[in-house]
């Protein structure tokens, strides 16, 4: 509205030649200076930059109908308009940086732009409004950047000048190569000017169609959006004349075929698996590759690597057949067969390959593949046709025998391929050693001479001691002291006889007592921490004692002096090695007394309020033993009347939780009874809990007695 109404005002003034006041600008111009101020109200742009922060529009400046947005910006940020005018405006925003500018009014909503595009906007006065249809990332149709591309739901890509592009969405693109005549539907990917690049990352696929009317599909390996990529496959193309070019394998359904102009095709039909020809007077007949050796010219036919390559397959004129790699029989039965009538066939049932000779009644015979009964066999032998099953392998390499296994000296091995370790039997059983033994562990399985009814036995050597034994009731010896249960020994002391257990605990004989230790070992001068962290034992010594120890947390393998905290002798005396604040003295585990109670007499609290009562410093105390002392006095009444004070504990200073009872002392005054004599006296000592900062509140209060008094003393607490 401004605008309209500056632009009327500055009409009149240039046709009347006057000066006058501008009710915007506060100041006086001439005719010819309304002439500027209405040209820049109709045609007048305004550079703005924005960078760090958002920036306000002052009124004179929102009357420039185009405003050009410079800046390195570092973050979102507002170009802030006046509120209350209607108006429009079109904005360049030309920022770099990457973010969004926000067109909006100080009261109200508004629309996002990004850097290299044009945007149209309105105001009612409060909120800002796209001109065209669509907001965020929708643009109009005009908004080109300065490849000559547009971007639909989305911001174009960075595209080259060398073509005209439509970005559809985040993936897809559709360009004109207008200097080469070539149409480009693609994928996840855009042309910069010198090379391709991906859009986002994941693979990215093109579409061509060439300006020699050749279509071409290509496509390349997943990558990194902002990439550059090189179409690394061309799977499929077809050029002008309908000629196809696949890369890649081709599926064609049953019985579907491909045809050529004369009839003739290639076509997947019954029997399945197979290919054939048929052309319009022959059906069925093999799909071959035929041909000749420049060397065999009597070959019917010839198989070959390549034009010119190896000669994988042929047959002669004679029916010869040479095969340079694997030839597989199809018929159950058929075999192959040498010149003296031994042969290697494809069993009936099939079994699999039969080995056998013209007379197999005496000759071995060998099955390779599978037999009727063990259907997942490798290899049976037997020792002739149809006689008895004396070798098999399995499929998992199991080897059955039916027979047993005859070592031909006694110094008979079996050996483990590559490791050097055999096996051999003997009078004690079998026995593993490597093939030197001398310091390498010596096995024997049965028994020993010593111990018949070992099961196990390991040596350090070949006629060594033995450091490991297993019976046949499941007892374990071992020679060594310290033993490791999930995880290796940990490095006691070798005096001592240690159990370790999983990575953490432990079970040691000193001999003088046996200790259940937690992340600590002893390596013979110092404890140990085993992992870094909180340790502990418990001891019983030679004497029946119980004792309890523990360690602030530590680092691994550092040393560090563990504290008994507890003791329990053997007649159940109870001994804590815990101190107590100053003043006090621990009477049990958990229970200290104040031994200057009776020097530090009482304290009389304040009657009506509520008073605060603090544990003893750095004691840690979750209760305190409070000693109440109440005494209701007389104050010379001219009646007979009773006299109450009571006492009470509460959780806090006010509101909170009343904790026990109420406690109260009584008396009965007389008119006689002189003023301030004690008519009730009371002493009690209770236990009340404290919070997490040591502090309960008692409150005194009395009934006709403003003389009475309530006093506390702290005698004691638990921790």
Not at 152 to 163: C, I, M, Q, Y
Request: charge should be negative.
């Amino acid at each position: 509205m401004k605008k309209i109404l500056t632009a009327i005002l500055v009409l009149w003034a240039v046709a009347a030649q006057a000066t006058f006041n501008t009710f915007i600008t506060g100041q006086t111009l001439t005719a010819s200076e309304l002439n500027g101020a209405f040209q820049t109200v109709l045609y007048g742009n305004l550079t703005i930059t924005v960078t760090t922060s958002d920036v306000t529009l002052t009124d004179a400046e929102a009357l420039y109908p185009v405003i050009i947005v410079t800046g390195a910006m570092t973050g979102n940020h507002n170009l802030i308009f006046p509120t209350g005018d209607r108006s429009s405006w079109t904005v360049y925003n030309q920022t770099t940086g990457g973010y969004q500018l926000i067109l909006k009014t100080a009261a109200g909503a508004g629309v996002s732009t990004v850097g290299g595009y044009h945007s149209r906007v309105f105001t009612d006065g409060t909120n800002i409004y796209y001109a065209s249809a669509g907001s965020g990332n929708n643009y109009d149709i005009t908004s080109l950047n300065g490849a000559n591309s547009i971007g639909f739901n989305t911001a174009p890509s960075a595209w080259g000048t060398s073509l005209y592009a439509l970005d559809i969405g985040t993936s897809t693109g559709l360009a004109n190569e207008y200097s080469t005549n070539i149409t480009d539907l693609v994928n996840n990917a855009y042309w910069n000017g010198s090379s391709w690049v991906y859009k986002n990352t994941g693979t990215a696929g093109l579409l061509q169609e060439l300006s020699n009317a050749t279509l071409q599909y290509s496509t390349t390996a997943s990558g990194t959006g902002g990439a550059g990529l090189a179409w690394t496959n061309t799977p499929f193309k077809v050029d002008t004349n309908g000629n196809e070019t696949i890369t890649g394998s081709l599926t064609v359904p049953a019985a579907a075929g491909i045809i050529d102009p004369s009839g003739s095709k290639i076509l997947s039909a019954s029997p399945a698996n197979a290919w054939y020809v048929e052309n319009s007077t022959d059906t069925q007949v093999p799909l071959t590759v035929f041909g000749h050796s420049v060397t065999q010219s009597a070959d019917l036919f010839d198989v070959y690597q390549n034009g010119g390559g190896q000669l994988y397959f042929n047959v002669a004129n004679s029916g010869a057949v040479n095969v340079a790699g694997s030839l597989t029989l199809m018929n159950s039965g058929a075999s192959f067969l040498t010149h003296n009538g031994n042969s290697i066939q494809s069993d009936i049932a099939p079994f699999g390959w039969v080995v056998s000779s013209i007379s197999d009644t005496v000759t071995p015979m060998a099955y390779y593949g599978h037999s009727a009964t063990q259907s997942a066999d490798l290899f049976r032998l037997y020792n002739y046709g149809g006689g008895t099953e004396e070798l098999s392998v399995s499929a998992s390499g199991a080897l059955a025998l039916n027979g047993g296994i005859t070592l031909g000296n006694s110094s008979g091995l079996f050996s483990a391929a590559g490791s050097g370790l055999q096996f051999s039997g003997s009078g004690s059983g079998l026995t593993a050693t490597s093939a030197s033994d001398i310091g390498i562990p010596f096995i024997t399985y049965g028994h020993s001479a010593t111990q018949s009814s070992d099961l196990l036995r390991l040596y350090n050597y070949n006629g060594g001691s033995e450091k490991f034994g297993v019976d046949v009731s499941g007892n374990i010896y071992s020679a060594g002291k310290q033993t490791g249960l999930g995880a290796p020994a940990w490095g006691w002391n070798s005096e001592n006889a240690a159990l370790d257990v999983g990575s953490i605990s432990a079970i040691a004989d000193f001999g003088s007592g046996l200790y259940a230790a937690y992340n600590l070992y002893f390596n013979g001068t110092n404890w140990i921490y085993k992992t870094s962290g909180y340790g502990a034992y418990i001891n019983t010594d030679n004497l029946g004692n119980i004792n309890f120890a523990t360690v602030p947390s530590g680092t691994a393998a550092a040393a560090v002096s563990p504290s008994v905290k507890l003791s329990i002798a053997n007649d159940g005396t109870l001994t804590s090695n815990k101190g107590c604040s100053s003043g006090y003295s621990r009477v049990s585990p958990n229970h200290c007394l104040n031994t200057a109670a009776a020097a530090g007499g009482w304290t009389n609290e304040s009657m009506g309020a509520r008073q605060i009562l603090l544990a003893p410093a750095a004691s840690n105390a979750k209760f305190i033993d409070v000693a109440i002392w109440l005494q209701a006095k007389a104050i010379n009444a001219t009646s007979t009347s009773p006299r109450t004070v009571t006492a009470q504990f509460y959780t806090a200073s006010s509101g909170g939780t009343q904790i026990g009872p109420t406690y109260q002392a009584d008396g009965m005054e007389t008119v006689a009874t002189v003023s301030g004599t004690i008519l009730g006296d009371s002493t009690t000592i209770v236990t009340v809990p404290v919070n997490g900062s040591g502090q309960v509140w008692i409150l005194g209060n009395y009934l006709n007695g403003n003389m009475s008094a309530v006093g506390t003393s702290i005698v004691g607490y638990r921790d």
